[in-house]
Structure formats: C-alpha cells, structure tokens
C-alpha cells in the first residue's frame, strides 16, 4: 500500500535554531515529492523533487530526495517565528493521478 | 495575475443538507484538485481532473460527494446529506499540467452542524 511518512509529528524550537524534517514514502512508480507549507487555511508551494540529489534551495529552506532509500529531507536554518506552521510532503506517481500526503510536521519556533 | 478563487470562504450547514463548493483555477491551468483537510489531519485527496480525461474520483470519502468541472474550468465540489464529519476546510488547486507545482486556492470552510 502505497503512504508517505513524516517525522517527528511535531517539532517546537527557538528562534536562530536548525531543524530538518524527513518524508519518508513507499509509492508505486514515483513521480514526484513536493514540499508544502501550510498556515491557516491554503498550503503554499516549496518545492519539487524529482531526481536524487540535487538539492534545490530557497533562501534559509533546502531540500534533497533519495530515491534509492525513498525519502527527502527539508532543512530550515536560522528558524523566525514566521516559520511556524505545518510542514506537508506529498508523493505522486506516474500512473496513479492521487497525490498521497503525509500527515505534516507541525513546527513551532519560539521567540 | 489572479491566482485560484474558491466560494464561499465559510459555509455552516444542517445536518442533511446539500451545499455546494465552487472553484476558479487560475486561467490556462488544465488540471485541478479538490482536497480537504480536517482538524488534526493533513490534506486528504478528493479528485482530480486533467483536461477533458475522465476525473480521478478515487479519493471521494463517499457517494455523497461528487464533482463537476465544466469547459475545463470553473469546478464545483458537491456533498449531499452533509453529515458532522464532512466539516472540513475544503481546498482547491490548478496547476498547468499534472506533475507541475499546484497554486491553491484559500479554502472554503465548512461546518455542519
């Protein structure tokens, strides 16, 4: 059964600190892992992923994929207060159109 | 440019009643999705349209829900007999192809009481 699964469940960390939140999946002819973020109602966008890697980076926020050991990485670094929210990974496959979702990391930064 | 719109931003209901869920895909983008997500859960996939290929419906939590997208594009996510556990925050997305970053919309938020 295909799934994606995210760790820890819940992160609470101070403000200047690094933390790293990992997705691991099981999906049936990979496509993609995208990264979202999600505060009050609509997730944005952050990345996607498609090949081993290659880290793609935007600003303080990075991520890589290992499609060898099927999962992905998102780093934050020097973490603001305005990075608290739910982080989302998401799976797609080829043949299957779903998109499978892991539960979310929900980060708490403190002052 | 104008990015997705979904209506009503918040909608409370009976028990029992239908309500209906309207989504604007941002113009020109062919695919678009219906999630929801519920308190405590992350997003859970509804359906998902491609072009004038038949919908993927294989996320529907049951044969009260269903959806339409007419001339590929303005969608409308339907629930009949609304139940307490249909309340969620229901978000729509468009993107210009499938596999390509999705732009959600802000969500309608339902509540049935």
């Known amino acids: 059964e295909d799934k994606v699964v995210q760790s820890p469940l819940s992160l609470v960390v101070h403000e200047g600190d690094t933390v790293t939140l990992n997705c691991s999946y099981e999906?049936?002819?990979?496509?993609?892992l995208l990264w979202y973020k999600q505060e009050k109602k609509a997730p944005t966008f952050l990345f996607m992923l498609?090949?081993?890697?290659i880290e793609k980076k935007s600003g303080r926020l990075s991520s890589i994929l290992d499609k060898k050991e099927l999962f992905s990485i998102l780093n934050i670094t020097a973490t603001q207060t305005g990075d608290s929210a739910i982080y989302l990974c998401?799976?797609?496959?080829?043949?299957?159109?779903?998109?499978?979702f892991g539960a979310g990391t929900r980060l708490t930064v403190k002052p | 440019g104008a990015g997705v719109s979904q209506s009503p931003s918040n909608k409370v209901t009976e028990k029992g009643k239908d309500v209906e869920l309207r989504c604007d895909p941002i113009?020109?983008?062919?695919?678009l999705y219906w999630y929801r997500q519920s308190l405590g859960q992350g997003l859970e996939f509804l359906i998902y349209?491609?072009?004038?290929?038949?919908?993927?419906k294989s996320g529907l939590p049951s044969d009260r829900f269903s959806a339409e997208r007419t001339g590929g594009s303005v969608s409308t996510l339907t629930i009949q007999r609304t139940q307490q556990e249909d309340s969620a925050v229901y978000l729509c997305?468009?993107?210009?192809?499938?596999?390509?970053?999705?732009?959600f919309g802000p969500g309608t938020r339902l509540t049935v009481t």
């Open positions: 997305a468009s993107s210009l192809v499938t596999g390509y970053e999705q732009y």
């Open positions: 498609t090949s081993s890697g």
């Open positions: 349209f491609q072009g004038n290929s038949a919908p993927d």
């Open positions: 999906v049936t002819n990979f496509r993609s």
């Open positions: 113009s020109g983008h062919t695919a």
């Open positions: 998401a799976v797609e496959g080829w043949e299957d159109n779903d998109m499978r």
